[in-house]
């Protein structure tokens, strides 16, 4: 005989419809929303896996920034054991979208071997003038085929939609912290039609395939890593042999120069020399001149300490006279003055006044060169003068600028040999040495700055013009600086391996957090479904207590009375599932499909059964409820007969009554009664809420946070235009446009992942950057403050890209700039630290389009606009956001509507009662619904500041930790007041349904027997 | 006039074939301040007949008054304002409210009235003050059913009605609590309409109806009314 309680099931259905209904529902939808996404993501991620094979997927590339040598290329294929496959592309801006709006547009030859296309929609492009477009980005643009694309150099007409493996995401670069297929597209064109956009923006990229594929991941992590270091390696020698050839070209041309410069040093010394000397003996003469024959006897019978007669009597001797001339003179000489009587004396010996002179030396003993020494002595005695100064008078000089310029050569003879430097042999340049203090040593034995202080007295003294020297000098010393030219270096600009390229391997790793996440919320949900379940049970057994009672002192099992409990819940919980599942075959896989297909530019797919799905949504289900539900009826049916038959069936007996002040109003006290006789009902209410809330919240926040965001980055832009030029050598006109350095190095942060931040060298009294930065100290962005938890003081690490060189910064303070992670730094402090000239600038900000700028000297140009080009994707993603906004509102009104309602049931025959009594079916509606409106309030309020921190840390511990980049944690206070109104309508909405069913609790109901 | 008069009260349940007619033209008058008894065996309609005053349930023919008022004319919202302010319930099962104190489920009652008796003192002559803090669950049979009649009492109700008052408790507990409803009578002069099938119970009550098949089979006056503590059975 069948078991005629089953009879009771399809009464129970009937007569609690309400519930079983909702529940129901709520299951189909619930379960078909997770069925449907479980079978998308199970079909689009295989299709997306086989694609690797499919369409032979790159397992890394490499891309230069010029066309590096076939040797290099070989060398790196040898080492790495692999092939290389050139995949160049051009970054083209195109211009269909307005000047303002910034789409830039990977576009690439022919690929027929590695990372092959796949065509989604109309063909490939067959003419120069064709070009087949990413899908996602013309659908997200709309962009049709036949539609045309200008560039700046061409135009195309699109051929058809393509999907490119190596781009199911549409990351731009690979640090970027968001895809974007509002504004970066890949494309394919002819190889007519790529060689026709020039070379402007072109990058070698090659993909490469290893020659003996990887077993797992490990081993492709330990490959790379080692095609790295022989990247590294392999580069390092061909750059060192670069620059080594540079410093020898230079070295040879300091040689020719050194060896002038020594002879042009001799010649200006000789030249210096003679002048002096000449101007010596000048002055002499000058000085001479002024003495008369007297005179100059004078001061000559003075040094020589003779008498005057002395030496006219011996100077009559040498005049060999005879007697009479004697006499004559002896008898003149008392009449004539001594004058006259030379001159007679002279007139007779037929001497003349220089044999005279040559005379007195010779009766005195002194030397001609000497007698000029005294004469000169005596002349700058009497002139009150020195000889150094008629000398420097006689070269137009001061006396102290000669001394300077003698005093200087005397030192300047050290250096003699010196200067030149053809004996020596060039520097030898070591890499790794370069690398860390960046300056390569000339090995001169001469200091240019005594060599220029040489120069400077000379030309101080303006006796030499000392121009040429000076200029072969400034040749010699700026070769001597040696900056070797690293535009010829090999230059990396991007390295990926495969399993760290976002484009590629983003979609998988996201489609498997969303099926991580997608689970968890089925099990949340579950959970909480099946203590409501539970409750709703419980609330049963307390009503039926005494057929309990009644059933089990008649010989029925508890194990029949626990199956006879569970059956219905857990056949809705199965029923629900089948018909879920039907559902998300039907209906929800395509919706999800579409979801993945908006996000990602993802290859064709077809739909596959989904074993996974069901056990997940069917059997976890099943399995759950029947968990939850055995374990509160195991511990209910513990309760004896007798207590049944009593109507005790609590496992707290006899519980005491909380007291509560009679001071209270009565509604009041009614109300908290309530709430204390369904504790365990709020309890889960409240988990409900917070969950519900939490998804609605989640549903809701993106929306302003973007909003927000945009504006923030907008608000904190440094400039307008921030354009990146391709040498310092260009020049604009504009005064307003300031210098700037920037560089980019990578986050080294342990448990993050690599985020790419960019170094700015800010010069002082900047006009943009309105920061006193410290020297020796840098500020650094918001996001790097806030997502690394950093405080002033701390230092920050940053490595270089494709390389083990680190930098370590201190940190100031933060600067408000929002559109990147960045770090500011003096602009000295950068050129010191990453060794670049006093004129090395990498960039120009601007508030003001910098047209005297060729477009072919312009790298790239950062616009107001460009800082928002994450939101404008992230908006576009945020559509199929509000599923779990109105996830959030269904669970609301579910969990509301199961929870009072079993409130109210449980309360009917009180509620009968008191109608009894008199009281009016809004005064009932108050005493039973007032708690559960406090605690739906109560729970909405609790819930709001534990959302936020819940969110807060999953931003903070997940977000910020998986995602690159940076959005500031901002949830809008309008999310949270939302969120209050969606509850306490759906609320309402319960309440109204509730008030209806009080008014239909029959008085006759408090007639009937009560088990309490 | 009588204070309520029932005037061919019938009342049938179930359609068709299971058409079943609990009160066949029912006539009866009670006076103000009575204690009235309606005995009789069980599905005589007494408890029916009970609802019908009490306005919890309609007649299918025939007129109820109570103080000169016809019940069979209010609609929903005047049928609440007549048992809010005129009645008073008393069940079997006392029907507390499981959730609320001794002296709370009292309060449930004086809420309705505009001047309630002072729940503490009713609380002593009912013998429950000690237990006032205590939930229905940890109370006697008795305790409850005192609780139930304070309740009913509090808000001084013109009418009494008492639905097997004693069907639950035992001789001794039984006999307090109709002494407790006469006590109430004599203290605050309510009419008290009570239904029981315990014949000895007729001995306490001014006037007696016994029913049986839907009919009023006797009615009298008792001329010798006896004090509720010397019934016996």
Known sequence: MKNPLNKRFARELKSDAGKYIAVFLFLVLFIGVISGF??????????????????????????????????????????????????????????DFGADTVKTVRIYSERDTVNTICLMEGKMPASENEIAIDRLFAETNKVNIGDTLHFSKCEYKVSGYVALPDYSCLYENNSDMMFSAVNFCVAVVTPEGFENLGDAHMFYNYAWKYLKPYADEAEQNDRSEALIKSLENIIKKYDEKLIQAQVDAVWSDAVALSGGLEKMFKDAADEIEKKVTKAGEDAVKEALATFSQDETSEI????????????????????????????????????????????????????????????????????????????????????????????????????????????????????????????????????????KDSDIESGLDFSFDDIYSIIDKVDAANVYDMADIRATLGKLEKLMDIHPDDSELIDIKDYIPRYQNMAIMFTGNDMSSDHA???????????????????????????????????????????????????????????????????????????????????????????????????????????????????????????????????????????????????????????????????????????????????????????????????????????????????????????????????????????????SVSIYGISDNSSYIKADIPAGKVFVSEGIMKKFRFEPGDKLTLKEPYSTKTYTFTIAGDYP???????????????????????????????????????????????????????????????????????????????????????????????????????????????????????????????????????????????????????????????????????????????????????????GEALKNQNM | MSFCKLENIRKSFGSGENRVEVLKGIDLNIEKGEICVLLGPSGSGKSTLLNIIGGIETADEGTVSVNGEKIADLGEKALTEYRRHHLGYVFQTYN????????????????????????????????????????????????????????????????????????????????????????VNKKYGNTVIMVTHNDAIKNMADRVFKLRDGVIRKSYVNEEKIPASELDW
Not at chain 1, 46 to 74: C, M, Q, R, V, W
């Open chain 2, 96 to 183: 507390l409210i499981p959730n609320l104190t001794v002296r709370e489920n009292i309060e449930v009652g004086a809420y309705l009235s505009k001047n309630p008796l002072d729940i503490d003192e009713l609380m002593e002559t009912l013998g429950i003050a000690d237990q006032k803090n205590k939930l229905p669950n940890q109370l006697s049979g008795g305790q409850q059913q005192r609780t139930s009649i304070g309740r009913a009492i509090v808000k001084n109700p013109d009418i009494l009605l008492c639905d097997e008052p004693t069907g639950a408790l035992d001789y001794t507990t039984s006999k307090e609590i109709l002494k407790l409803i006469e006590d």
């Open chain 1, 517 to 755: 996440t997608v689970v968890l919320m089925l099990y949340i949900m579950l959970i909480i479904l099946a203590f409501v379940f539970a409750i709703t049970i419980s609330n049963t057994i307390s009503k039926e207590a005494g057929s309990i009672g009644t059933l089990r002192a008649s010989g029925y099992g508890r194990g029949e009375l626990i199956r006879h409990y569970l059956v219905l819940p857990v056949a809705v919980t199965a029923l629900g599932a089948v018909a879920g599942n039907i559902l998300g075959y039907t209906v929800f896989e395509s919706v999800f499909v579409k979801i993945y297909y908006t996000s990602y530019s993802l290859v064709n797919y077809k739909t596959l059964m989904n074993g996974e799905a069901f056990l997940l949504t069917t059997v976890s289900s099943i399995a759950l409820m029947l968990i939850v539900n055995i374990f509160v009826l195991v511990r209910k049916m513990k309760v004896r007969p007798l207590d049944f038959l009593r109507g005790e069936v609590s496992s707290h007996k006899r519980k005491k009554a909380v007291k509560l002040s009679p001071k209270l109003p009565f509604l009041q006290r009614f109300g908290l009664r309530i709430f204390f006789q369904n504790a365990g009902s709020y309890v889960v209410l409240f988990f409900g809420i917070l969950f519900g809330g939490m998804l609605a919240v989640f549903g809701m926040l993106f929306g302003p946070m973007f909003e927000d965001y945009s504006a923030l980055a907008k608000d904190t832009m440094i400039c307008d235009y921030q354009y990146i030029v391709k040498n310092d050598s260009v020049e604009t006109a504009d005064k307003e446009a300031e210098k700037f350095c920037l560089t980019a190095l990578d986050t080294d942060v342990k448990g993050y992942v690599k985020d």
């Open chain 1, 300 to 435: 000559l019978l003075k040094e020589s300490g003779m008498s005057r007669e002395q030496v006219y009597s011996a100077m009559m001797e040498k005049a060999d006279l005879t007697s009479a001339q004697k006499l004559k003179l002896a008898a003149d000489s008392k009449k004539l003055s001594d004058e006259e009587l030379l001159e007679e004396a002279l007139e007779m010996t037929g001497l003349t006044q220089d044999d005279l002179a040559a005379m007195l030396l010779e009766i005195t003993g002194i030397t001609e060169e000497r007698a000029a020494e005294i004469l000169f002595d005596e002349y700058c005695k009497k002139n009150n003068t020195t000889a150094q100064a008629l000398v420097a008078a006689k070269l137009g000089t001061t006396e102290q600028a000669l001394k300077d310029m003698q005093s200087a050569f005397e030192d300047a003879e050290n250096l003699t040999g010196d200067l030149d430097i053809s004996s020596k042999e060039a520097p030898k340049i070591d890499f790794d040495k370069l690398e």
């Open chain 1, 38 to 95: 479980l079978v998308a993501d199970n079909s689009v991620s295989a299709a997306y896996h086989e694609g690797f094979e499919k369409y032979n997927i790159e397992d890394g590339h490499i891309t230069f920034a010029s066309e590096p040598p076939e040797e290099i290329l070989a060398q790196i294929e040898k080492a790495g054991e692999l092939e290389f496959y050139n995949l160049f592309y051009k970054n083209e801006a195109l211009v």
């Open chain 1, 817 to 1003: 700039y929002l559109a990147s992670l960045a770090v500011f730094m003096p602009r000295e402090d950068y050129l010191e630290m990453f060794d670049k000239s006093d004129e090395y600038f990498t960039g120009y900000f601007s508030n003001s389009e910098l047209n005297d700028i060729n477009e072919d000297d312009i790298y790239t140009t950062l616009r107001l606009q460009d800082a928002t080009k994450i939101v404008d994707q992230l908006s576009s993603l945020i559509g199929f956001m509000d599923i779990f906004m109105y996830f959030g509102v269904v669970m609301f009104l579910l969990l509301m509507f199961l929870l009072t309602k079993q409130i109210i049931e449980k309360n009917s025959q009180s509620i009968a009662m008191t109608k009894i009594l008199g009281f009016k079916n809004d005064e009932i509606a108050k005493l039973y619904l007032l708690a559960t409106s406090a605690a739906v309030v109560i729970s909405l309020l609790l819930s709001m500041p534990l959302i936020h921190l819940l969110l807060q840390w999953a931003f903070r511990y997940y977000l910020y930790v998986k995602m690159s980049g940076y959005i500031p944690y901002i949830i809008s206070n309008t999310c949270y007041v939302k969120l209050f109104v969606m509850g306490i309508a759906s609320y309402a909405v319960v309440a109204a349904l509730m008030l209806l069913k009080i008014r239909k609790v029959p008085m």
